[in-house]
């Protein structure tokens, strides 16, 4: 393909804005929800981080529903984001 033709191959490994944009909401999500598990139990912070991820998932789920996003697509979306929180549920949960 020549450069000059004016399409561009994606670079393999790179992202698209929209995934971009679904890994900045969920850094930003990730953080508040630690904030909050850590300051509603002190004592037992994985175990209510652990809820807290669990409940995320769910919201996430109801989300991609909403939004009828594909499971397996091409760019990250909000189903990728409750497999995340659900991972993190479960090292939480495994952890406390």
């Given at each position: 393909m020549?450069?000059?033709?004016?399409?561009?191959?994606?670079?393999?490994?790179?992202?698209?804005?929209?995934?971009?944009?679904?890994?900045?909401?969920?850094?930003?999500?990730l953080a508040l929800v630690i904030l909050w598990a850590f300051t509603?139990?002190?004592?037992?912070?994985?175990?209510?981080?652990?809820?807290?991820?669990?409940i995320a998932t769910g919201i996430e789920v109801f989300h991609?529903?909403?939004?009828r996003?594909?499971?397996n697509g091409a760019s990250l979306n909000h189903w990728d984001t409750a497999i995340a929180f659900m991972g993190l549920s479960s090292l939480a949960r495994g952890l406390s």
């Open positions: 020549n450069p000059s033709d004016g399409t561009e191959q994606p670079i393999p490994g790179s992202l698209d804005l929209a995934s971009h944009q679904i890994i900045r909401r969920f850094v930003i999500l509603l139990n002190s004592e037992h912070p994985m175990l209510a981080l652990s809820a807290m991820t669990f991609a529903c909403l939004r996003e594909g499971f």
